[in-house]
């Protein structure tokens, strides 16, 4: 699915100019973007909008065929649940739950029993990331081995699209250099569309795209061919 943003302008009450203030974007279908920018830029902003999460100020935002300022809350909920895996800085595991069940959460919501072969994509996705412990508990593991939970966990379902809040940020840097590999291997080899926002360099340097933002616009994009 690819993404396609006209005349995106958020405004906040008691501000006087938008906090992020986009005319045009496009992220073709499965690629690798990075955006980055100093803090207050406006990432965490594009991030929310582009997965419906806020209410989306914009005359279209349309990923594939869908325009999401067509779609009410609930139903971009509905939406976000079945196109987009999210991960974000702080990995959000359920302690008492193993690493594996925690890697099974989504589909747990939505059925009484787990299958054997979501069992085996989920393991497969752990194995992927040298990851074998499936059934230490999750509050003892490590913060690099937690971060590869919460990315199994989004990509669990298959979604089309893995939106990444700052993944490496909580990391040391071992670890954010394994992350910063891992990420866009593996949206590659499960082809959707990889955008992370961070202020990582060495995360972003293992995107083909980087998006610039400062002061809520795109100041400058750099493609490596
Ligand atoms: N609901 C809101 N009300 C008022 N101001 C807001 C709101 N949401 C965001 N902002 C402001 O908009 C600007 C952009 O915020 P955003 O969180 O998108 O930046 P960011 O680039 O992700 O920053 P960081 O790198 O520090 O996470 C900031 O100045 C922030 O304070």
Redesign the pocket.
């Known amino acids: 699915m690819d993404l396609f943003i006209k005349d995106l302008n958020?405004q906040?009450?008691?501000?006087p100019l938008p906090?992020?203030s986009i005319p045009y974007l496009h992220i073709p279908a499965r690629s690798q973007v990075a955006i980055l920018?100093?803090?207050?830029?406006?990432?965490?902003?594009?991030?929310?909008t582009i997965s419906g999460l806020?209410n989306i100020q914009a005359r279209q935002l349309l990923w594939g065929n869908t325009d999401l300022t067509q779609l009410s809350a609930a139903k971009r909920d509905i939406w976000r649940f079945t196109h987009i895996g999210i991960v974000l800085q702080e990995f959000y595991l359920t302690s008492g739950l193993s690493a594996l069940e925690n890697v099974l959460l989504p589909y747990s919501f939505t059925h009484w029993r787990i299958s054997n072969n979501i069992k085996q994509r989920a393991k497969m996705l752990l194995e992927q990331m040298g990851f074998t412990r499936f059934h230490s508990p999750a509050e003892r593991l490590s913060r690099g081995e937690m971060q590869r939970i919460a990315i199994a966990r989004a990509l669990l379902l298959k979604p089309n699209i893995i939106l990444a809040?700052?993944p490496t940020a909580s990391l040391d840097l071992q670890n954010a250099k394994i992350i910063a590999q891992l990420l866009p291997q593996l949206s590659q080899q499960e082809q959707c569309t990889l955008i992370v926002?961070t202020?990582d360099l060495n995360l972003a340097e293992h995107f083909p795209r980087q998006i610039y933002?400062a002061n809520?616009q795109i100041e400058r994009e750099e493609a490596l061919c």
């Open positions: 958020v906040v009450e008691n501000l906090i992020l920018g100093p803090s207050g830029c406006g990432k965490t902003t594009l991030l929310n806020i809040d700052e926002t202020h933002l809520g």
